[in-house]
């Protein structure tokens, strides 16, 4: 018995692997031992669903525990072996389904047939964000069970909230995020989407907005981002630090007849804002132009799109003279602009039908110290009015490596 101890310690300082061919190994360590027991130790293993123990090749026991990290075996065997378990989806079926748990993290819950007057738990969840922000805890996860919602407004949270969609989530109308501050909007679709003002660290992931016309009081537009002093917050009314990321925004028509009454743009900014990002994002279908971004209620800078495509002006017969355009001077954007700090880079600029009687340019700004770079301007069927451009670039604009297909060319006054 004695050389057989011997070979238990031995075999402890050798590398334990899992039993699966060509699977990984990871170091086993002798924890201490009595005349009767042998108790191993080892770092939690990543991905691990649980762990199953061997004595001389024969299991004798196993934990679906991941964050085990010791065993205590009967002394005597020559080998002893830990191997990790992992169960993937699919292995076990049930008949009924059961309900599929909400997503991990989660603490309040919020669902189309719920009520504002439950606790906003799992079993008994709330219907409106505003009740979900009022339950949730600073850092908390407000979770959105799939179905249809009616039209949502978000005002004054302040304290880090994210809403996340557990499923397909559609809101009936428009989602209004006003005056908050560290709120995160996951994965939901809605007619419209107004960020009006005051808000501080705002992130919009995944949102699914269009299919208008919608009248917002100020232009027919799906996006709307607006630091107005009409909706002043206790943090002022400017917008800072507004993110969309992975953002489909798309199909917006005229309301009127093309060319009359307000322009629907698919995003249109009216100013009050300091730091706007868009990337990973899809324009699509939209009637007058994809941008329009305006001092109208405050200065806008500090602006970043960057990995986003452009694709068709939808109107057919009535195009702009503009993809895109970025005015920073109140005073009818006479290219005095004071708006700061923008940049354009690795997009993709298809919009097809753009220009009125055959022109037409795909960025016009009046803006500070615009970078643009590393872009992909399309012709389509109509062509740049390359001259009109350059006589719109002021000389704080910076032009490099950008890309115009079917031969075209255009480069900065």
Not at 46 to 63: C, E, H, L, P, W
Not at 257 to 280: A, E, F, K, W
């Amino acid at each position: 018995m004695p050389k057989r101890s011997a070979l238990v310690l031995a075999a402890l300082a050798a590398l334990v692997t899992t039993a699966v061919a060509g699977a990984a190994a990871f170091p086993v360590r002798l924890v201490s031992q009595t005349a009767t027991t042998v108790t191993l130790g080892w770092d939690a293993q990543s991905g691990a669903d649980g762990y199953r123990f061997y004595a001389d090749g024969k299991a004798v026991s196993r934990t679906f525990d991941p964050s085990r990290t010791s065993v205590k075996f009967a002394k005597g065997a020559v080998q002893y072996r830990v191997e990790v378990l992992h169960v993937s989806a699919g292995d076990v079926g049930t008949y009924p389904a059961p309900v599929q748990p909400p997503p991990t993290g989660a603490s309040v819950f919020l669902a189309p047939s719920g009520n504002d007057g439950n606790p906003c738990t799992a079993a008994s969840p709330c219907r409106s964000m505003q009740r979900g922000a009022a339950a949730a805890s600073s850092g908390a996860t407000v979770s959105l069970a799939a179905g249809s919602y009616p039209e949502q407004s978000l005002v004054n949270v302040q304290k880090p909230v994210s809403f996340k969609a557990d499923g397909a989530v559609t809101f009936a109308g428009q989602l209004v995020l006003q005056c908050n501050t560290g709120v995160t909007v996951d994965g939901v679709k809605s007619k419209m989407l107004l960020v009006s003002s005051g808000n501080r660290d705002l992130t919009i992931r995944n949102a699914d907005v269009g299919g208008g016309p919608w009248t917002t009081g100020l232009e027919e537009d799906p996006v709307v981002i607006s630091g107005d002093q009409y909706h002043a917050c206790s943090t002022g009314f400017l917008n800072r630090n507004i993110v969309l990321d992975g953002a489909y925004i798309h199909d917006y028509f005229w309301h009127q007849n093309p060319g009359s009454g307000p322009h629907p743009d698919c995003l249109q900014v009216y100013g009050g804002v300091d730091g706007l990002t868009i990337r990973n994002s899809r324009f699509e279908r939209c009637a007058e132009s994809f941008i329009g971004s305006y001092p109208d209620f405050g200065d806008v800078k500090n602006v970043l799109i960057e990995d986003t495509t452009f694709t068709d002006i939808s109107e057919t017969g009535r195009g702009t003279y503009f993809a895109a355009q970025f005015g920073c001077n109140p005073a009818n954007n006479s290219f005095q602009g004071t708006g700061d700090g923008f940049t354009l880079r690795r997009t993709t600029w298809k919009p097809n039908a753009l220009g009125i009687d055959g022109v037409g340019i795909p960025v016009r700004t009046d803006c500070r110290h615009f970078l643009v770079e590393n872009n992909t301007f399309q012709y389509g069927p109509e062509q740049w009015a390359c001259d009109d451009w350059n006589q719109r670039w002021d000389d704080t604009v910076v032009w490099r490596n950008n890309t115009f297909l079917n031969g075209g060319a255009c480069t900065a006054g």
